[in-house]
Structures are given as C-alpha cells and as structure tokens.
C-alpha cells in the first residue's frame, strides 16, 4: 500500500500529468492537485474534493457523497 502523508510527497509522484499507483493508496493528507489519477487498487481517504473526474468501470461500496453530477 502506498501512503501519502504530505501534499509534496503526492506531487513527487506526478509523471507528465499523470499520478499513477499500481496497488491499494491512502491519503492522510488534503491535497489538491492538476493531474490525472490512475490507481489499480483501492483508495482511502477521508475527504475527496475534486474537478474533472473521468472514470470508466467503478466498482465502490458504501460511497458517501453529495453534489454529485456523473453522465
């Protein structure tokens, strides 16, 4: 499992616009970022604010959420 614990360890990790983690992550920070997220696995995290998400084939249990617009 990867784990964040600061917003510059995130941004470390970003590669030509794309943060990308091939196993389970965890946010123990609030982070804002301009990136693409690819994550493999899963991801905890406390509070989630974001812009311009596309995602295709989610699979989530007990999600949590308001304001949500999604086509």
Known sequence: ???????????????DGVLEINDDVKFE????????????WNISARNINAWDISAWDI?????????????
């Open 1 to 15: 499992m990867k784990i964040y614990k600061t917003q510059e360890e995130i941004e470390a990790d970003i590669k």
């Open 29 to 40: 920070c609030s982070f804002s970022i301009q990136a693409k997220i690819k994550i493999a």
């Open 59 to 71: 699979s989530a249990r007990h999600i949590h959420a308001w304001n949500i617009k999604a086509w």
